[in-house]
């Protein structure tokens, strides 16, 4: 049973802007911390931005100002507005949930910047 499902990646110019969005059953949105991680090819997937249940925020020093966590909890949603994106941020991208551990994972969505 698929309970995370990211979309919104895609290919973007240096300088653009992206909108990922990650559709969580009810039961994990409303009771765990929401994340994005992202992975590059021949790197170690690393922790982009996460959202606690009362919406406190925590974003990697290599995103923060850019970009931004959010979530619609009428819709069980979590957003990740990606502004000023770099080549260096090109990635798949992943939506998980958990508490003390990221447990739920989605499949992931692929982002690219070109220069």
């Known amino acids: 049973q698929v309970q995370l499902v990211e979309s919104g990646g895609g290919l973007v110019q240096a300088g653009g802007s992206l909108r990922l969005s990650c559709a969580a059953s009810g039961s994990i949105f409303s009771k765990n911390i929401m994340g994005w991680f992202r992975q590059a090819p021949g790197k170690q997937r690393e922790l982009v931005a996460s959202i606690t249940t009362d919406s406190s925020t925590n974003y990697a020093d290599s995103v923060k100002g850019r970009f931004t966590i959010s979530r619609g909890d009428a819709k069980n949603t979590v957003y990740l507005q990606m502004n000023s994106l770099k080549p260096e941020d090109t990635a798949v991208y992943y939506c998980?949930?958990?508490?003390?551990?990221?447990?739920?994972w989605g499949q992931g969505t692929q982002v690219t910047v070109s220069s």
């Open positions: 998980s949930a958990g508490s003390r551990l990221w447990i739920y």
